[in-house]
């Protein structure tokens, strides 16, 4: 799809805020080129929400390469020291010259500007395409989620979320498809969506609304909370080289029930032997690209690629492998502790996935081999925490707490895949070679990505291909 440039009237144009935009772009965890520049920037989408002190404009702007990103912006002649933080910079030219431009989101006042005008419903601009029948509540307190995320989201009250995509892609949006499939199927494991936000060219899905779900912190903050206790010797009511295995079981059985609600409304289909090769060489592929950015992933690249190649072989065999939508990005913090039980959220699927691969159907043991991953990044986060904490720590005392996390990961991740087989889901331990071959994918993805952004990490995901490849 090809997006023309916004028409802008003389109040509406950009151009003064854009020199501003192009150094803060680049400071923002969501732009996907990290410190490079910006390059001009072309603005595609452009929606004034509200134009008199403090103003509000949407929209969405196009990089030299190509790529969009969504803004909500804020215009004040005064900032408020509460919103210093959020400021970009002062308006050199224009009406509003001298005025401070600033990220909206933080702006309470602004959200809830925001929040009116898509309860109010037009016909164009900035909109909510409703998912539900029931009225938005107007009167609810905003306030941003501060989590380090690809994405914005801002809570309203104790029951709406909306999340902004700063990074629209044209075409129908995975995670809309899919929880808009979950709220018309009435699935309790996901937050029912409200409404689609729309504000451009047709097919350009800025956003969604959705329940908010009442969990204080994610399963990621609970396992590694749990860990460092256990690991420590100071957790009150288990073992030290156990802990949270009812949790994990539970979560084991919150996914099965999740992904048997999707294979009732999304296409489930078999893998035929020459899905199961592809799948296999496209693994390889990525060892080998991974390889030129991270060198010592090439030590275990004879063990991993016949373990590729194990699973290509199965599939020739006959082995059979369902395949359907998944969530595609499934760790611990993608799932909610409620008092109702475990919740699973975004199904964006990784960011780093073109679209078209994050939609296709994909085998469950995807999802159960990055679950299987987060467990064991918990225990090794929650050992660096002790360590942190303690740092003069004797080596007796420093091989005793490394030993307990690994039993704590292997503890919980059997519990996981036990509490999704007794729910109903395919029993994975009758799957053990394509979840090892998942696993280090996963394994592999996860060195790039702390390589390129956490190098002090990488050791986490290293030590796992090492043991898959010896197993």
């Not at 023309?4 to 020199?19: C, N, S, V, W, Y």
């Not at 509003?96 to 929040?115: I, K, N, S």
Request: proline share 9%.
């Amino acid at each position: 799809m090809t997006l023309a440039p916004a028409e802008a009237g003389p109040r509406q144009d950009l151009a003064p805020l854009l020199p501003l935009l192009g150094p803060w772009l680049r400071t923002r965890r969501w732009y996907a080129a990290g410190p490079s520049p910006a390059g001009a920037l072309t603005p595609v989408v452009l929606n004034v929400v509200r134009e008199q002190a403090p103003a509000l404009l949407h929209t969405v702007l196009r990089t030299q390469d190509g790529q969009l990103y969504q803004l909500l912006l804020g215009l004040r002649p005064d900032l408020p020291r509460r919103l210093a933080g959020a400021a970009i910079g002062q308006v050199p030219d224009g009406d509003r010259r001298g005025w401070t431009l600033y990220e909206a989101t933080e702006d309470a006042a602004l959200m809830g500007v925001l929040l009116r005008h898509l309860a109010r419903g037009t016909d164009g601009g900035l909109r909510l395409q409703r998912a539900t029948r029931m009225p938005l509540p107007v009167g609810l307190v905003p306030r941003p989620l501060t989590a380090d995320q690809s994405n914005s989201a801002v809570v309203f009250g104790d029951r709406l979320l909306l999340k902004i995509y700063r990074r629209p892609e044209p075409g129908a949006h995975l995670e809309v498809e899919t929880l808009r499939a979950l709220t018309e199927a009435n699935c309790v494991r996901t937050p029912r969506l409200h409404g689609t936000l729309l504000g451009g060219p047709t097919g350009l899905v800025l956003g969604l609304m959705e329940d908010l779900l009442p969990a204080e912190g994610d399963g990621w903050q609970a396992a590694v909370r749990q860990v460092t206790d256990c690991v420590d010797g100071t957790c009150p009511t288990v073992p030290a080289t156990g802990g949270f295995t009812a949790h994990a079981r539970a979560l084991g059985a919150a996914v099965a029930e999740v992904h048997t609600a999707l294979a009732d409304v999304f296409p489930r289909v078999l893998l035929t032997p020459d899905d199961i090769a592809r799948q296999a060489a496209e693994m390889t592929a990525r060892l080998d690209r991974a390889m030129r950015e991270v060198p010592a992933l090439a030590r275990h690249r004879a063990p991993i690629t016949r373990l590729y190649d194990d699973y290509a072989r199965a599939g020739a065999r006959g082995c059979p492998v369902l395949a359907q939508r998944v969530h595609g990005d499934l760790h611990l913090g993608q799932a909610l502790p409620t008092p109702s039980g475990w919740r699973l959220i975004d199904f964006e699927g990784e960011p780093a996935r073109p679209a078209a691969e994050r939609a296709a159907p994909q085998p469950v043991l995807r999802d159960l081999a990055g679950m299987l991953r987060s467990f064991d990044y918990a225990a090794q986060a929650g050992l660096r925490a002790l360590r942190a904490r303690d740092p003069d720590d004797a080596p007796r005392s420093r091989l005793r707490r490394a030993r307990r996390a690994r039993a704590w990961a292997l503890r919980n991740r059997r519990a996981f895949l036990a509490g999704y087989a007794d729910a109903g889901g395919t029993d994975p331990h009758c799957h053990p070679l394509p979840l090892r071959a998942f696993e280090a994918d996963k394994a592999v993805y996860e060195a790039v990505y702390e390589h390129r952004h956490r190098p002090d990490w990488l050791p986490i995901p290293l030590e796992a291909v090492h043991r898959l490849a010896r197993t």
